[in-house]
Nanobody, 133 residues
Framework: QVQLVESGGGSVQSGGSLRLSCTLS????????VGWFRQAPGKGREGVAS???????KYADSVKGRFTVSQDNTKNTLYLQMNSLKPEDTAIYYC???????????????????????????WGQGTQVTVSS
């Protein structure tokens, strides 16, 4: 059974840091991409980062230089290190898994997309991150 479980959310002040974890089970990590997404109150869900087992990591412009994705193969876990947090980072954060294959966006193919959430088949339950000013 495919399962993704996020943890590590919490409340921090602006400028603080948090590390989110996404533990995956039930499938072969090497055959999947993992993405991080977030949904702020009253807004749609947006992509934050995507991780390809080949080592390619993509970040949304809004988090570049502040957020970092890393992997612990021994624990089948992906991490999202979030530094210099801002109030606008407040959201529910989700990790999701997509098969590592070209996804047709309607205009082009992409592997491990950030913005094309439909590519992701499996989703975690989410973890709340709150950043106060």
């Amino acid at each position: 059974q495919v399962q993704l479980v996020e943890s590590g959310g919490g409340s921090v002040q602006s400028g603080g840091s948090l590390r989110l974890s996404c533990t995956l089970s039930g499938f072969t990590f090497s055959r999947y991409c993992v993405g991080w997404f977030r949904q702020a109150p009253g807004k749609g869900r947006e992509g934050v980062a995507s991780f390809d087992v080949e080592g390619i990591t993509k970040y949304a412009d809004s988090v570049k230089g502040r957020f970092t994705v890393s992997q612990d193969n021994t624990k089948n876990t992906l991490y999202l290190q979030m530094n210099s947090l801002k109030p606008e980072d407040t959201a529910i954060y989700y990790c999701a898994a997509a098969q590592r294959r070209p996804y047709w966006t309607g205009s082009y193919y992409v592997v491990c997309p950030i913005i094309h959430q439909a590519a992701y088949e499996y989703w975690g339950q989410g973890t709340q991150v709150t950043v106060s000013s």
